[in-house]
Nanobody
């Protein structure tokens, strides 16, 4: 079992940036894929971005060009760089390895207008 711990959330004004990190308690080298999900009150959880072991990536349409997902296997860490944030990005953000059912506890991102 690998534990995932997110950090880097917080409050930011619209147009600002945040960088989320997800530290794993074990090796992520073979975990494929890894992803960032988000959920806001009254909405279903959605996949925001995913990354494969070959570093290919996926982004949901609403964040394309603004968010960048990356992974550092040597540091066992997953990242999400979020730029040009807007209030619609406000949510709890979770990192996950869905095929292994590994989920972090989440980090809150709040964007004010």
């Amino acid at each position: 079992q690998v534990q995932l711990v997110e950090s880097g959330g917080g409050w930011v004004q619209a147009g600002g940036s945040l960088r989320l990190s997800c530290a794993a308690s074990g090796s992520i080298f073979s975990i494929n894929p890894l992803g960032w999900y988000r959920q806001s009150p009254g909405k279903e959880r959605e996949l925001v971005a995913g990354i494969m072991s070959d570093y290919s990536t996926y982004y949901t349409d609403s964040v394309k060009g603004r968010f960048t997902i990356s992974r550092d296997n040597a540091k066992n860490t997953l990242y999400l760089q979020m730029n040009s944030l807007n209030p619609e990005d406000t949510a709890m953000y979770y990192c996950a390895a869905p095929k292994h059912n590994y989920w972090g506890q989440g980090t809150q991102v709040t964007v004010s207008s």
